[in-house]
């Protein structure tokens, strides 16, 4: 089930859904995978968006280790291994935007969606740590933040800087208008089986003011739950089943 509160509620009652029929229908789809009780567990950052506007939690088991998924996430972000989308279309897309927000950097040349390496795991990209930055657009623009880091269990990112990005410069660095915007972004590994794991992704959003939640989070539904992180989970489980090989400590560009 997908959280909506109203804004102003406190995001405590997971029962207060967005009472439209056909919107409540298309909300409760955006999950995928996950049991009702991983859907309403606690989860690691939970507390980085204390009472969220908006909840998805997916879920996806891997027929492979925890061991064996960690470097996976450990090496995600653009310029990196990106998001495992394995859709050339949807990476056309991504690139597109990537583009339109790099236009924003005066005296830049474009910056568009860039993936060094997808395909398998690279050592030099094993050391992330909590506090560390994960590229999600041009330089400047979308990024988010490790915030709590635990070696085959858990990996929480936040961002602050995703949705103000959806709207033009102009809009955004308006004070009086006061856009805001908030995004947890957490997995959870477990092991249900030996060879097996278990990763629950949630997501929690807050922003403001209406008008710009109203334009917002249905592109973040969209967008960013119903397309971007099944095919991340999808292209994580992939990978991650493969059959093992040696890493390689060689980068190679793609573009």
């Not at 280790?65 to 949807?90: C, H, K, T």
């Not at 390496?117 to 050592?123: N, S």
């Not at 657009?137 to 070696?151: D, I, K, M, N, S």
Request: charged share 20%.
């Amino acid at each position: 089930m997908t959280i909506w509160t109203w804004p102003g509620n406190t995001g405590n009652d997971v029962e207060s859904i967005w009472n439209h029929r056909f919107l409540a229908w298309w909300l409760d789809r955006v999950p995928w995978k996950a049991t009702d009780e991983e859907r309403t567990m606690p989860l690691p950052g939970d507390d980085l968006v204390p009472s969220p506007l908006v909840q998805t939690t997916h879920a996806v088991t891997i027929h492979a280790a925890p061991e064996q998924v960690w470097p996976w996430l450990m090496q995600i972000g653009q310029g990196r291994a990106g998001f495992y989308s394995d859709s050339r279309f949807w990476d056309r897309c991504v690139d597109w935007y990537y583009r339109l927000l790099s236009r924003e950097q005066p005296g830049e040349a474009p910056v568009g969606y860039h993936v060094e390496v997808a395909d398998r795991v690279v050592p030099a990209w094993q050391n992330t740590q909590v506090g560390d930055i994960v590229a999600d657009g041009p330089p400047g623009t979308a990024y988010y933040v490790v915030r709590q880091l635990e070696t085959n269990e858990a990996f929480v990112l936040f961002t602050d800087t995703h949705l103000p990005h959806l709207v033009p410069a102009r809009l955004r660095d308006m004070p009086r208008l006061g856009i805001f915007g908030e995004i947890s972004d957490a997995y959870l590994l477990t092991a249900p089986e030996r060879g097996q794991t278990r990763i629950v992704r949630r997501m929690r959003l807050t922003c403001g003011p209406w008008p710009f939640w109203a334009f917002a989070v249905p592109i973040v539904l969209s967008w960013g739950e119903a397309i971007t992180a099944r095919n991340f989970l999808r292209g994580v489980k992939r990978r991650a089943e493969q059959p093992e090989e040696p890493m390689q400590g060689s980068v190679a560009g793609r573009l």
